[in-house]
C-alpha cells in the first residue's frame, strides 16, 4: 500500500504564491507518476500537474506559466509551487500517485485565494 499525506495550503491573497508538499510512504517503488489534483466546490475533481519518475511534467491549462511540479525521488516528496494565485485556484488540491495497477489519494488540502 501506499500513504499520501499533502501539507502547505491556506489563506492567501491574489497575486501570492503557496507551496504545496507532499509526503509518500509504504510501497514507494511501484510508484511511476505523482500529480496534483483540484476540487472546487460544486465542480468536478480536475488535473492540475503531474510529473513521471522519468521528470516529464504535464499542466493543465490554467496552470501553466504559474504552477510548477517537482519532485524529490530521495525524499519521496512532490510539491506544487504556486504563483499568481487567482480567487478561481480555490479548491482543495489532493496529491495523486499512480502505479501500473492503480492511483492513490491523499487526504487534501484546502487553498484560499482572497480577492
Known amino acids: 500500500q501506499v500513504q499520501l499525506v499533502e501539507s502547505g495550503g491556506g489563506l492567501v491573497q491574489a497575486g501570492g504564491s503557496l507551496r504545496l508538499s507532499c509526503v509518500v510512504s509504504?510501497?514507494?517503488?511501484?510508484?511511476?507518476?505523482m500529480g496534483w489534483y483540484r476540487q472546487a466546490p460544486g465542480k468536478q475533481r480536475e488535473l492540475v500537474a503531474t510529473i513521471s519518475n522519468s521528470g516529464s511534467t504535464n499542466y493543465a491549462d490554467s496552470a501553466k506559466g504559474r504552477f510548477t511540479i517537482s519532485r524529490l525521488n530521495a525524499r519521496n516528496t512532490v510539491y506544487l509551487q504556486m504563483n499568481s494565485l487567482k480567487p478561481e485556484d480555490t479548491a482543495v488540491y489532493y496529491c495523486y500517485a499512480a502505479s501500473v495497477v492503480r492511483g492513490y489519494w491523499g487526504q487534501g488540502t484546502q487553498v484560499t485565494v482572497s480577492s
Open positions: 509504504g510501497n514507494i517503488f511501484s510508484i511511476n507518476v
